[in-house]
């Protein structure tokens, strides 16, 4: 069983990733903790990066094999990744919504208590983080579809959709949980 975890910036995809994984008792792989090594590693914000994968491909394309890769040594994960629904057609894909004031309110929270690897720009208020998560959100959207064709906002791209706006990261575990196909429960 592979489960790909996707959605908007601030839903909880990572957190969400690791608890099902061990609930699951799976190994857990994170596209967003790869970036955000990869930009560290640049110098560079996971913003600065955005801009520069959208003028230079190769950055994407190295990224992204990773996945493929991935699902040729293991056939038992979960991956929170955004375009992990693309790459990785076979899973039980899964995307995590957020309202944008309470997903920015998540970044911007972990951002000022560092637990984001000092990789993303830091907002000043709420207001810069609803704007800084929105443009990176959108870049990234974009170029994806240049690339690939494929909208990781398309919600017809997932078995299962689940709001993480008023609920607590037990129940959206549970949600998940819940609605795997009865072979991988």
């Not at 709420?126 to 929105?134: V, Y």
Request: with cysteine; glycine share 6%; aromatic share 8%.
């Amino acid at each position: 069983m592979i489960i790909t975890l996707s959605g908007v910036a601030g839903s909880g995809k990572s957190t969400v990733a690791k608890l099902v994984a061990q609930k699951l008792g799976l190994k857990h792989f994170s596209m967003g903790d790869l970036q955000r090594q990869y930009a560290i590693k640049k110098g560079l914000t996971i913003e600065e990066l955005g801009k520069l994968e959208a003028t230079d491909p190769t950055i994407d394309q190295e990224v992204d094999a990773t996945q493929t890769e991935l699902v040729k040594k293991e056939d038992n994960f979960v991956i929170d990744s955004w375009l992990g629904f693309h790459f990785i057609p076979q899973s039980f894909k899964v995307f995590l919504d957020c309202e944008d004031e309470v997903a920015a309110g998540r970044i911007y929270g972990d951002t000022v208590s560092n637990k984001r690897n000092n990789s993303e720009k830091r907002a000043e208020s709420l207001e810069e983080a609803i704007k800084i998560r929105r443009f990176r959100q959108e870049t990234n959207r974009d170029r994806w579809y240049r690339f690939y064709q494929a909208d990781f906002l398309d919600k017809n791209n997932y078995n299962l959709v689940v709001d993480t706006s008023h609920i607590n990261i037990d129940q959206v575990v549970e949600k998940i949980l819940n609605n795997l196909p009865q072979k991988a429960q």
